[in-house]
């Protein structure tokens, strides 16, 4: 058994076939959710040309952000945005390997839909508690707030694609998320008493809504039942650049539009910034195939090694999920193996009463 130590692989736990596949896939940032429904269309009918139709049992799509806060809590798809959407594949009673559909759809759909980002994420709840709560079982953290993260993370991520077995792997924050930026004139905005406070207040009134800043219920008398209220712009009216800027803008009883005020420029900026423990994070998720976790995570390691004299200051990379949960799973494996071999030799040195007679 110890001779064939040095060649097995090493894997967390077993891989479970429960008869569904969770697919993610990611959009150029930006898209419009019934554009990104319209693209889940066609991805899924190349689904149904690799899947067999007796072995396919049903196909649900979810796209965009959920509507509630709790949804969003209690996902682990990654969803950032409306370019982002899951297809869940039920597969029937009589079906193929599941494996053998995944490794089929890796290498077909990134051919037939160029700039779009797939991953495989874990669809049975064995590998989602492996996961714990990470839409991938391999997750590199570049941690800091330098700007430079962005250039470490992009030469990291080229690093990891050489690793063999090592897929699905993309960067989970995006930086080209359009936007909308406004900018003040300040010397006119104080001559006619407005302040930067008065036209923000006013934009996120008009375009987000007064459900958090003033909400508002009406109670239907007849049932008793309570109503929010939400004064919105409607979003058809918000066209261009000159809907925007012809936003009236309310302060002490006198108006003004956005335009005489301040002027819109288009940019591009974080789609999401995520962080952990207070701290900036980028996460570079990848998962498995065809090789064992243990390998790839002395791969992933070698290469982390590599990166560390040229990281920015105060910038560190961490592996987590279950290359973590791994590594310190074994480590607590032979520290107990040690401690039952020592225990026993102590025993049986008090039988023998003698230190070297147990060896």
């Not at 987000?208 to 909400?215: D, E, R, T």
């Amino acid at each position: 058994s110890l001779l064939l130590f040095a060649v097995l692989g090493r894997n967390f736990f077993p891989e479970v076939d429960s008869g569904q596949i969770k697919l993610h896939l990611r959009a150029p940032s930006g898209l419009r959710v019934e554009q990104t429904a319209a693209l889940a269309d066609r991805v899924e009918a190349a689904l149904r040309e690799t899947i067999p139709a007796s072995e396919l049992a049903d196909i649900v799509d979810n796209i965009g952000l959920p509507v509630s806060g709790i949804n969003l809590t209690y996902g682990n798809s990654g969803t950032i945005g409306s370019s982002d959407a899951d297809i869940l594949i039920s597969l029937t009673a009589n079906h193929a390997p599941s494996a053998q559909y995944v490794r089929r759809l890796r290498a077909r759909l990134p051919q037939e839909f160029p700039g779009v980002s797939f991953a495989f994420l874990p669809a049975d709840i064995v590998s989602q508690i492996l996961n714990f709560g990470l839409p991938a079982p391999i997750d590199v953290q570049i941690v800091g707030a330098s700007r430079l993260n962005r250039d470490v993370a992009n030469r990291l991520l080229a690093s990891l694609r050489q690793v063999p077995g090592l897929v699905d792997l993309r960067m989970q924050q995006t930086f080209n998320q359009p936007e909308l930026r406004v900018v003040t004139d300040r010397g006119r905005a104080m001559q006619l008493g407005i302040s930067q406070r008065d036209i923000a207040s006013n934009l996120l009134l008009t375009l987000s809504g007064s459900g958090q800043v003033a909400p508002a219920f009406w109670l239907n008398p007849e049932t008793g039942v309570q109503y929010p209220i939400v004064t919105q712009a409607p979003q058809y009216r918000m066209a261009s650049l000159d809907d925007l800027q012809n936003v009236p803008i309310s302060v002490a009883g006198q108006s003004q539009i956005l335009g005489a005020v301040a002027s819109v420029a288009r940019g591009a900026g974080p789609g999401v910034i995520s962080r952990y423990d207070a701290q900036t994070v980028i996460d570079l998720f990848g998962a498995v195939q065809g090789r064992d976790l243990g390998g790839v995570a002395t791969d992933i390691r070698r290469i982390i090694a590599a990166q560390e004299g040229t990281l920015p200051k105060g910038t560190h990379i961490v592996a987590r999920g279950q290359m973590q949960a791994m590594a310190a799973s074994y480590t607590g494996l032979l520290v107990g193996l040690v401690g039952a071999v020592l225990l026993i030799y102590l025993l049986i040195v008090i039988n023998f009463q003698s230190w070297l007679d147990p060896f």
